[in-house]
């Protein structure tokens, strides 16, 4: 099993930035990608970025490139968004989540964690 917690949410103004951390313990042997998804409120739970185990490969939803960062500190297990420029439709609860392999689809995710909520005000 993976155990993900994720830290950093809160309330900004629209503009703002936001930083998310997400460390991993347990099994985490297996888990080669990790990511991040997002759900508004009543609205599917949809993926934002994730990233590969080395680093080197990351991958943006339309609505985050250019604003999000995503990175990792495998030494940590933790996992970064960095979030800047946000905006009101940026409002959801993040999710860390983890896989094997690549995927932006939330049924091939492995593991979650209980999310965080993040706010952005107009």
């Known amino acids: 099993q993976v155990q993900l917690v994720e830290s950093g949410g809160g309330l900004v103004q629209a503009g703002g930035s936001l930083r998310l951390s997400c460390a991993a313990s347990?099994?985490?042997?297996?888990?080669?990608?990790m990511g991040w998804f997002r759900q508004a409120p009543g609205k599917e739970r949809e993926f934002v970025t994730t990233?590969?185990?080395?680093?080197?490969?990351?991958y943006y939803a339309d609505s985050v490139k250019g604003r999000f960062a995503i990175s990792r500190d495998n030494a940590n297990n933790t996992v970064y968004l960095q979030m800047n420029s946000l905006k009101p439709a940026d409002t959801a609860v993040y999710y860390c989540?983890?896989?094997?392999?690549?995927?932006?689809?939330?049924?091939?995710?492995?593991?979650w964690g209980r999310g965080t909520q993040v706010t952005v005000s107009s």
């Open positions: 990233i590969s185990r080395s680093g080197a490969s990351t």
């Open positions: 347990g099994r985490t042997v297996g888990v080669n990608y």
């Open positions: 989540a983890a896989s094997p392999r690549f995927t932006t689809a939330t049924r091939d995710i492995n593991y």
